[in-house]
């Protein structure tokens, strides 16, 4: 990926913390996809300074808010003072979060929601989570392996063998595809993650059951869980407590 254009500006809307269940927003006028972009806040209680960051990406033909529910909100209340700062980016309606033909959706999540949540919040930059769920599962695995991340989550990860089994929208080409396989990439080095945590976890009735599977035998570090449900959110809530668990412990492990 190419060097940035600046960070991007910001203006925030609305003050929602742990005490309620919407979400804070503030608005990225990206550089790199030519566009501005709202994102999707979980506020901590007391000061977000020095906390560590989770970043969330949605899936296909979603938005951020899409991931903000009663589950996640418990779950980090359960945290306490453990819970991160958590920031649900957006990417658009199917962007799979990696630089192509109509942006560079990528190097924006890294190089500008990434950079803007950590000036704007005062979070800590060195400790950054990633994860996401479907579309969002690819794109946290594709871009973690850009940069350093404490953690990769990827839930319910929509993960294809060959190009030729992508949806329409998801690659530009095969080229495309080429440049952002995970799962070849895994293939080739098993330790293109390097010592970041790796969480993976996908249910028995969901259509990437088995590539999702064959990912985390690629990968030495990565936990792997195999629960019951389908390819949808509700899947995600039902296991958010455990899955920020992991977040939160590996974001305090993190040096």
């Not at 190419?2 to 742990?18: D, E, I, K, Q």
């Not at 690819?138 to 990860?157: E, K, T």
């Not at 995970?182 to 249910?203: C, E, H, K, Q, S």
């Amino acid at each position: 990926m190419r060097r940035a254009a600046p960070f991007a500006l910001l203006a925030l809307v609305g003050c929602a913390g742990f005490g309620g269940n919407g979400a804070s927003h503030f608005t990225v006028k990206s550089h790199l996809v030519g566009r501005s972009l709202k994102q999707a806040v979980l506020l901590p209680p007391g000061r977000t300074t020095g906390r560590p960051l989770l970043i969330l990406l949605h899936g296909r033909s979603r938005s951020p808010d899409s991931m903000v529910s009663g589950e996640l909100w418990a779950a980090l209340r359960k945290l306490g003072r453990r819970a991160p700062l958590v920031v649900i980016a957006n990417g658009g309606d199917h962007s799979y979060y990696h630089d192509r033909a109509d942006g560079r959706w990528g190097s924006y999540v890294l190089r500008e929601v990434i950079p803007a949540a950590v000036r704007r919040y005062h979070a800590d930059g060195k400790r950054v989570a990633i994860g996401g769920f479907s579309m969002g599962g690819f794109g946290a695995l594709d871009l973690a392996r850009f940069r350093r991340f404490c953690a990769v989550g990827a839930h319910s990860a929509a993960l294809w063998r060959t190009g030729g089994e992508t949806p329409a929208g998801a690659f530009d080409n095969a080229e495309d595809f080429a440049r952002n396989d995970v799962l070849g990439a895994a293939r080739a080095n098993p330790g293109l993650y390097g010592r970041a945590r790796i969480w993976i976890d996908v249910g028995r009735d969901d259509p990437f059951r088995s590539a999702d599977t064959e990912l985390s035998r690629r990968l030495p570090q990565a936990r792997f869980h195999l629960r019951a449900g389908g390819h949808d959110i509700s899947y995600l809530n039902a296991h958010m407590t455990q899955i920020l668990g992991f977040y939160a412990d590996a974001l305090a492990r993190c040096r």
